[in-house]
């Protein structure tokens, strides 16, 4: 079996940077697509007085995750010697992570371990 498609899911910890490498040599040597994919967790509920605050944080922690995803994206394209993709989603990440590498039927799926 040849792999073509490969998700590998990414937290920013240092197993997870382990893990895109290792995906990034993968797709090189097997000319596969790589797929980032990073999940953010949605913040619990909040009161009402703190929800306008928490918005603000909300978004500005999504806006850093998009450009550190960004960054690890292009480390791993640069790696790779391939194009790379990468998603944000929201949600559980095992479920979210899962999903996405069934619906885009991918091959193969690399995650780092703690």
Same mark, same amino acid.
């Given at each position: =079996?040849?792999?073509k498609k490969i998700c590998c899911a990414v937290d920013f910890s240092e197993p997870s940077w $382990?893990? =895109?490498e290792q995906a990034a040599d993968l797709a090189r040597q097997l000319r596969a697509e790589l797929t980032l994919v990073h999940v &953010?967790?949605?913040p619990p509920p +909040?009161?009402?007085d703190v929800l306008v +605050?928490? &918005?603000g944080v909300a978004? +500005?922690?999504a806006q850093e995750r998009e450009e550190t995803l960004e960054v690890w994206r292009a480390d791993a394209?640069? &790696?790779?010697? $391939?194009?790379v993709r990468? &998603?944000? #989603? #929201?949600?559980?990440?095992a479920t979210e992570v899962g999903r996405f590498a069934r619906d885009e039927d991918c091959d193969v799926l690399v995650v780092g371990t703690h």
């Open positions: =079996m040849i792999w $382990l893990a =895109m &953010r967790v949605p +909040a009161a009402s +605050a928490s &918005r978004a +500005a922690e394209q640069a &790696r790779a010697g $391939l194009p990468a &998603r944000v #989603l #929201l949600g559980d990440p």
